[in-house]
């Protein structure tokens, strides 16, 4: 994955180069800047409708319509076996959620990324995503720097609940890196 977006307010100093940027959206006295980005791809309202790659989307993790039951309907069609970690970040299920997200909530509702989807609760998987939800929202409203940082890059240092060293892991078919707290994540 490469690229950035960044959530700045109008007349902020940009933290990359103009250069850099192939999309700032202005709203409400915020830039929202996205840099370095290997494909943009811009659609009139009759192609977003068609577009086949959008209608297998899940549910938009941060839509104002965002239904819980279809979220949990498609994460009961998974694989039982499949880590709650690695469904989190499948894009048909639920859309939005990435790597940084799937660590900090399953860390926050002390969840096991490697539990099988099985042995989660729907209860705990609607927790996941309520969290991812509100934080996302939040760190969407006031920048990267108001988004948890429990876990995420924090490989060996202590875990700030229980004191046991992180750890960093890659995780499923595309081995995307996992960090979590072996000692309070279960």
């Known amino acids: 994955m490469t690229g950035a977006w960044d959530v700045y307010r109008e007349g902020e100093r940009w933290r990359r180069s103009r250069r850099r940027a192939w999309l700032v959206l202005r709203c409400d006295g915020c830039e929202v800047v996205q840099f370095d980005g290997p494909v943009l791809e811009l659609m009139n309202d009759a192609r977003t409708r068609s577009d086949s790659r959008l209608a297998a989307l899940g549910p938009d993790v941060l839509g104002e319509s965002f239904d819980a039951c ?3 309907a498609r994460l009961r069609e998974e694989d039982p076996a499949r880590a709650i970690g690695e469904a989190l970040l499948n894009q048909r299920t639920v ?4 790597n940084v997200w799937k660590a900090e909530c399953c860390f926050a509702l002390g969840v096991d990324p490697w539990r099988a989807l099985g042995e989660v609760a729907d209860e705990e998987a609607r927790a996941l995503v309520g969290f991812a939800r509100e934080h996302m929202r939040t760190s969407a409203r006031e920048g990267f720097r108001a988004r948890p ?5 924090r490989a060996g240092q202590r875990c700030p609940r229980c004191g046991t060293a992180i750890r960093r892991r890659g995780q499923g078919q595309n ?3 996992t ?8």
């Open 95 to 98: 859309a939005g959620i990435g």
């Open 175 to 177: 081995n995307r890196v």
């Open 149 to 153: 940082r429990a876990v995420y890059g």
């Open 70 to 72: 279809v979220f949990i």
């Open 179 to 186: 960090y979590w707290c072996p000692g309070c994540q279960s």
